[in-house]
C-alpha cells in the first residue's frame, strides 16, 4: 500500500508562490497518472493538474499559465510549483496517484495541504 504525504502548503499574500510536494512511500513509476486536486470550503473537490506516466498534463482553465505540474520518478515526487497566486486558489490540496488494475482503476490519496491566499 502506497502512502502519499504532501507538503508545502502554508499562507502566501495574492501575487506570492508556492511549492507543493507529495513524497510516495514507494516507487510512483507504476501509477499510470498522477494529479493534484484541490477543494475549497464548501465546494466539490476538483481537478488542478494531471500528469501522465509519459508525461502529458493537464490543467484547470483557472491555473493555466500559473501552476506547473511535474513528477520525478527516480525521487518518487510529484510537485506543483504555484505563481502568481489568487485569493480563489485558497483550499486543501489533495495529491492524487492513479493506478491500474485489471479493467478498473485504484486512487491512492493524500492526506490534503493547506494554501491559504490572503488579498
Known amino acids: 500500500q502506497v502512502q502519499l504525504v504532501e507538503s508545502g502548503g502554508g499562507l502566501v499574500q495574492a501575487g506570492g508562490s508556492l511549492r507543493l510536494s507529495c513524497a510516495a512511500s514507494?516507487?510512483?513509476?507504476?501509477?499510470?497518472?498522477m494529479g493534484w486536486y484541490r477543494q475549497a470550503p464548501g465546494k466539490q473537490r476538483e481537478l488542478v493538474a494531471r500528469?501522465?506516466?509519459?508525461?502529458?498534463?493537464n490543467y484547470a482553465d483557472s491555473v493555466k499559465g500559473r501552476f506547473t505540474i511535474a513528477r520525478d520518478n527516480a525521487k518518487n515526487t510529484l510537485n506543483l510549483q504555484m505563481n502568481s497566486l489568487k485569493s480563489e486558489d485558497t483550499a486543501v490540496y489533495y495529491c492524487?496517484?492513479?493506478?491500474?488494475?485489471?479493467?478498473?482503476?485504484?486512487?491512492?490519496w493524500g492526506q490534503g495541504t493547506q494554501v491559504t491566499v490572503s488579498s
Open positions: 492524487n496517484a492513479e493506478e491500474q488494475r485489471g479493467s478498473g482503476r485504484y486512487d491512492y
Open positions: 514507494g516507487s510512483i513509476f507504476s501509477f499510470t497518472a
Open positions: 500528469i501522465t506516466r509519459g508525461g502529458s498534463t
